[in-house]
Nanobody, 116 residues
Framework: QVQLVESGGGLVQPGGSLRLSCAASGSISGINVMGWYRRAPGKQRELVALITSTSSTTYADSVKGRFTISRDNAKTALWLQMNSLKPEDTAVYYC??????????WGQGTQVTVSS
């Protein structure tokens, strides 16, 4: 089992930046893919970015060039650097990992609000 705890959300003005963090604990040696998802009010949860065990990254088109996903080599920490934030980035952001045996773990979520 893997436990995930997010932090770093908050209120920011349009054009501002935030850095989300996710701390992973438990059976971290089995982690394959780590990622960030978000759910905006009234919408379905969507992929924001993910990073594989070989450090390959994937981003949603809506965040390309603005957001950067990264992790430590031990897979105990995952970050999402968010720049040039827009009101449409407002959502609850969730940390996610998928293990090699297909176990799927989620954090509790952290609220990001972009508003003037």
């Amino acid at each position: 089992q893997v436990q995930l705890v997010e932090s770093g959300g908050g209120l920011v003005q349009p054009g501002g930046s935030l850095r989300l963090s996710c701390a992973a604990s438990g059976s971290i040696s089995g982690i394959n893919v780590m990622g960030w998802y978000r759910r905006a009010p009234g919408k379905q949860r969507e992929l924001v970015a993910l990073i594989t065990s070989t450090s390959s990254t994937t981003y949603a088109d809506s965040v390309k060039g603005r957001f950067t996903i990264s992790r430590d080599n031990a897979k105990t920490a995952l970050w999402l650097q968010m720049n040039s934030l827009k009101p449409e980035d407002t959502a609850v952001y969730y940390c996610n990992v998928i293990t090699y045996n297909k176990y799927n773990a989620w954090g509790q979520g952290t609220q990001v609000t972009v508003s003037s």
